[in-house]
């Protein structure tokens, strides 16, 4: 079971770091700034993937998974 929970704990670190590397190429690509809010929401992504990858680093806690709570509560 930790294993499987290690896994979606990965997938959702490594989907989080995609969208992000998505993101800042197409500001670069594109050569534009980000508004307010985009820059709002990347920041709560980080904080988001930063709490899985808390789980990856240190075992599964609750405190972890609210760390990626709080932050997608703060994206909203």
Known sequence: MTSLVRLGNAI????????????????????????????LQRVALVLCGFGFLLNLRFGVQPLHYGLSILAALFGV
């Open 12 to 39: 959702g670190a490594a989907g989080i770091a995609i969208v992000l590397l998505v993101a800042f190429g197409m500001q670069f690509a594109l050569k534009e700034l980000p508004c307010p809010l985009c820059s």
